[in-house]
Nanobody
Framework: QVSLVESGGGLVQAGGSLRLSCAAS????????MGWFRQPPGKEREFVAA????????GYADSVKGRFTISRDNAKNTLYLQMNNLQLEATAIYYC????????????????WGQGTQVTVSS
């Protein structure tokens, strides 16, 4: 089992930027593909971005492509999500998770989850 703790959320104006972090402990972080998901108020959790265990491969939801960047530092056991040009619809709780399944876009492919960090975008 991997313990995950997200941080870096907060209140930001539309057009602004935030960088989320996900600190991992427990089993070897570098052996896991990882993902970011978000859950807007009153909605289901949705895929944001994914990254392979080495960091060499990434994927994004169409809604964030070109504005968000997922990365990882295996030496620091940390996953990141750089979010630029944030829009109102980005308001959500953001979660990181370890992926053990095949489909990176499906929450069911993910095993361990953090507690989430709140991102609020204001106009």
């Amino acid at each position: 089992q991997v313990s995950l703790v997200e941080s870096g959320g907060g209140l930001v104006q539309a057009g602004g930027s935030l960088r989320l972090s996900c600190a991992a402990s427990g089993r070897t972080f570098s052996s896991f593909a990882m993902g970011w998901f978000r859950q807007p108020p009153g909605k289901e959790r949705e895929f944001v971005a994914a990254i392979s265990s080495s960091g060499g491969s990434t994927g994004y939801a169409d809604s964030v492509k070109g504005r968000f960047t997922i990365s990882r530092d295996n030496a620091k056991n940390t996953l990141y999500l750089q979010m630029n040009n944030l829009q109102l619809e980005a308001t959500a709780i953001y979660y990181c998770a370890t992926r053990t399944g095949f489909n990176a876009y499906d929450t069911r492919a993910y095993d361990d989850w953090g507690q989430g960090t709140q991102v609020t975008v204001s106009s």
